[in-house]
């Protein structure tokens, strides 16, 4: 898949935007996983995948990626209750390309342990 300038460019801003303004949760996880702190595992913040629907050339950005484990990091705050259909699609196009997605809630990131815990899960899961 060949990605257009265009749609670069436009997935590049939409990350570098919401990289520079995190919200609470995020800051929480990302101290947590940031700089290989998982087993030296490395993920990246408000990272774009791109993919085609219909002949057109699509991006998600998801919360934290770490493309090692194939894990998708999301954090669902109080906008995920009313965009449920959006989330599962965006999900079933990450399962597509063989991505997992773990999902915590904006209140579950106050719990360091329980991050830290479902994360080793995961990478349980793929040996």
């Not at 997605?101 to 080793?120: G, Q, W």
């Amino acid at each position: 898949m060949t990605i257009r300038k265009d749609v670069y460019l436009k997935a590049k801003e939409a990350s570098r935007h919401l990289r520079n303004n995190p919200t609470k949760a995020e800051k929480k996880v990302w101290s947590l996983i940031r700089k290989g702190q998982i087993n030296g595992y490395r993920f990246l913040r408000q990272y774009p995948i791109f993919f085609s629907h219909n002949d057109n050339l699509r991006f998600v950005i998801s919360d934290f990626y770490c493309s090692k484990l194939k894990l998708v990091i999301e954090i669902d705050g109080e906008i995920h209750k009313s965009q449920i259909e959006y989330d599962k699609i965006r999900e079933d196009v990450l399962k597509d390309f063989g991505i997992r997605v773990l999902r915590f809630k904006n209140s579950e990131t106050r719990d360091a342990k329980l991050i830290i815990d479902k994360l080793e899960h995961e990478k349980e899961k793929i040996g």
